[in-house]
């Protein structure tokens, strides 16, 4: 299984991308995909997960401002980041869960700097 996340870059404070990430390989039908972010000299914390049913989850702190969404049949869960905040700079990572391997499978991570 390989994820490749796309769509970071610099940001003005007030912004909106999109992240992307498409996992392929040996997919199963019903997963867990989330994003989780790494700012430096910070751990690593969720941001969002999202159900192979579409059942959201989110952290606190981007409630109101991030949306996740998935489109199934290409594999790949998206991060709608609106109202971009300079503490929101962080490396973005995208994970899978799916029976067989507990810890997941990560992807490579997309960076993601909001200036002010």
């Known amino acids: 299984v390989q994820l490749q996340a796309s769509g970071g870059g610099l940001v003005q404070a007030g912004g909106s991308p999109r992240l992307s990430c498409a996992a392929s390989?040996?997919?199963?039908?019903?997963?867990?995909m989330g994003w989780y972010r790494q700012a430096p000299g910070k751990q690593r914390e969720l941001v969002a997960t999202?159900?192979?049913?579409?059942?959201?989850n989110y952290a606190d702190f981007v409630k109101g401002r991030f949306a996740i969404s998935r489109d199934n049949a290409k594999n790949t869960v998206y991060l709608q980041m609106n109202s971009l905040k300079p503490e929101d700079t962080a490396m973005y990572y995208c994970?899978?869960?799916?029976?067989?391997?507990?810890?997941?499978?990560w992807g490579q991570g997309t960076q993601v700097t909001v200036s002010s």
């Open positions: 390989g040996s997919i199963f039908s019903i997963n867990v």
């Open positions: 999202i159900t192979s049913g579409r059942r959201t």
């Open positions: 994970k899978l869960y799916q029976s067989g391997r507990p810890e997941g499978y």
